[in-house]
């Protein structure tokens, strides 16, 4: 059993809930089950269009840096769609934030609430520059294979990077073979794994595990397999809670 923790002062406001969804507190079951490694597992589910997610990245480095060098860690960046039905091309930017917050001028200061956060852990969010709101199936896909690449975190960032500061369409084939080779990734390699049907159904059982653990909102922290915290935590927070997971395997081992 996954037990949720969300304070209530980040939890309503710093994640990307689904669209009409509302925000409750859940209790969620394993992910997976555990190897023989001893690393601490951490899955994070997340959109590549969330910049919360982006936000949450970076305190989620801060929180283990705090814990210091000895603290193992396995970080695993699990797809979540925002928005599914997005059509493959993407949608104009300002015509999609409209119709979903009722205006531009509301966009616009959300887009300042995050940018303000940003700032606080070293991103510069450009969104003059991001002209499209693309379907983010494919840069999915592209994370998948940089897991299975072993420059999974390289890809994530790359992608986060790219579209939130550098303008780029991620939602499009070739800009995310440029990303793969950026990322370490061969580009024929990473064009041929974004068209199979591979790609295809590790995507859906991927995402299969969100649905199944009833998640609405992104970023979502899964530490250990027993603890889930929802929204982009302060370091901190992360923190506190990835040594009360520890607290409590080295109390149960007694």
Not at 93 to 108: I, N
Not at 161 to 186: H, P, Q
Not at 210 to 237: C, K, W, Y
Request: net charge negative; charged share 25%; aromatic share 8%.
């Amino acid at each position: 059993m996954i037990v949720l923790e969300a304070p209530e002062s980040t939890y309503s406001t710093e994640r990307c809930p689904l669209p009409n969804r509302p925000l409750s507190v859940i209790t969620v079951h394993v992910i997976h089950e555990k190897g023989d490694a001893m690393a601490f597992t951490i899955d994070v589910f997340s959109d590549l269009i969330c910049p919360w997610c982006y936000i949450g990245k970076r305190r989620l480095s801060q929180a283990l840096a705090q814990l210091g060098p000895d603290m193992e860690t396995e970080v695993h960046w699990r797809p979540f769609q925002l928005n599914p039905a997005m059509p493959r091309e993407g949608m104009d930017r300002q015509a999609y934030r409209t119709a979903k917050f009722g205006s531009w001028a509301r966009s616009q200061a959300l887009d300042a609430q995050v940018a303000r956060a940003g700032v606080e852990v070293g991103i510069q969010f450009d969104f003059d520059r991001m002209a499209r709101t693309p379907n983010t199936s494919l840069a999915h896909r592209l994370v998948v294979l940089g897991r299975q690449e072993k420059v999974e975190d390289a890809v994530v960032e790359r992608l986060f990077r790219a579209y939130f500061t550098e303008g780029y369409d991620i939602g499009n084939a070739d800009v995310l073979v440029a990303m793969a080779v950026k990322s370490g990734i061969d580009g024929e390699t990473a064009r041929r794994y974004l068209d199979s049907d591979e790609a295809v159904r590790e995507l859906q059982a991927e995402e299969a595990r969100a649905r199944n653990l009833g998640i609405t909102g992104v970023p979502f922290f899964v530490l250990n397999d027993v603890h889930a915290m929802s929204g982009a935590q302060p370091a901190e927070v992360l923190a506190a809670g990835i040594r009360k997971v520890l607290e409590r395997g080295a109390s149960s081992a007694r």
